[in-house]
């Protein structure tokens, strides 16, 4: 792979992370179409990396919060067993800390109930989404399928759960469609936004949730992933992996400002024909393309 392939394949990347209209689906067709060098996994990992750079950009003060108040929730938690112990050895009673107190601390923990969901499936099935994404037939349903729910969640009536409303279940259930979505073609920013809005999530909330949702997601793929990475880098090269990385975070940083206004006006149907469309094209291909 050149390193103006890798370019390509990064401005591809931060268009499709966070525009939903999946990003792993775009990469595997164009790979495809075009006959680039298939390079494996690891750079797929690293054009992420990219647009999590972008997440951090925009988010960082929520994201700063999340740390400090999930380091908050660690610390108390330990000091009540802390307490417990010591009610049942010198039976004093204890003086319990209240872990969430506040809406970041609630917000951490919704975002820590979702992963495990996100992790499981994605532990479970790697070989499968490995698999679907050297084909053409797989991202093309699975585009139609992301099609279908952007027209669901335009549909959706706006919802006014804040992290304080937000039930555990509705997390789990967002993580749950978050794994689902490693799928080649299935958008995981638009599946994972219809889920929130699904379970009554706000409009505003539901696209922090979904893009800051990603960091421990996109992390853990990399790790997963850290085996193939020396051999595939030493085949491509460091500094295509590097250019695609920077290229996606920029592109990224303007596609999350584009989705939030796109959330806001509820204007999901024209990224729903657009995937409609590329996937009956890939369909159509992956009887010629071979």
């Known amino acids: 792979m050149s390193l103006l392939e890798s370019i390509f394949l990064g401005i591809i990347q ?3 992370e966070f525009l939903p ?9 164009f790979q495809q179409i075009f006959g680039l060098e298939d390079v494996g996994t690891s750079f797929d990992v690293f054009l992420h990396l990219g647009t999590l ?18 380091i908050g929730i660690v610390v108390d938690f330990v000091a009540n067993v802390f307490y ?7 039976k004093k009673n204890p003086e319990y800390r209240k872990i969430i107190r506040t809406s970041y601390r609630k917000f ?6 979702s992963t495990i969901p996100t992790g499981i499936i994605g532990i479970v099935g790697k070989n499968l989404v490995d698999n679907a994404s050297h084909t053409l037939i797989v991202p093309g349903i699975c585009l139609l399928i992301t099609a279908i ?16 409303k937000t039930t555990y279940l509705n997390a789990v259930f967002i993580g749950i469609c978050q794994g689902i979505a490693t799928l080649p073609g299935l958008s995981r920013s638009g599946t994972t936004i219809t889920a929130g809005l699904l379970c009554g999530l706000r409009r505003d ?16 793929a ?21 250019a695609g990385a920077l290229v996606s975070a920029v592109v990224g940083y303007i596609c999350i400002k584009t989705m939030l206004v796109v959330v806001r006006n509820k204007q999901f149907k024209y990224f729903s024909a657009y995937c409609g469309l590329v996937g009956l094209i890939a369909i159509v291909a992956s009887f010629f393309v071979k």
């Open 14 to 16: 931060g268009v499709t």
């Open 21 to 29: 209209v999946s990003s792993s689906g775009h990469l595997a067709i």
């Open 53 to 70: 750079i972008a997440v951090f950009v925009i988010y960082w003060r929520d994201i700063g919060r999340l740390i400090y108040d999930g």
């Open 84 to 90: 417990y112990i010591r009610w049942k050895t010198t």
């Open 108 to 113: 951490a923990l919704l975002i820590i109930v």
């Open 149 to 164: 729910l952007l027209v669901i969640s335009d549909n959706i009536p706006n919802g006014n759960k804040t992290p304080k």
């Open 205 to 220: 909330f539901v696209v922090k949730y979904s893009f800051i949702m990603s960091i421990p997601a996109i992390m853990g």
């Open 222 to 242: 990399c790790v997963l992933n850290i085996p193939d990475m020396h051999t595939d880098i030493a085949k491509t090269g460091v500094e295509c992996y590097v």
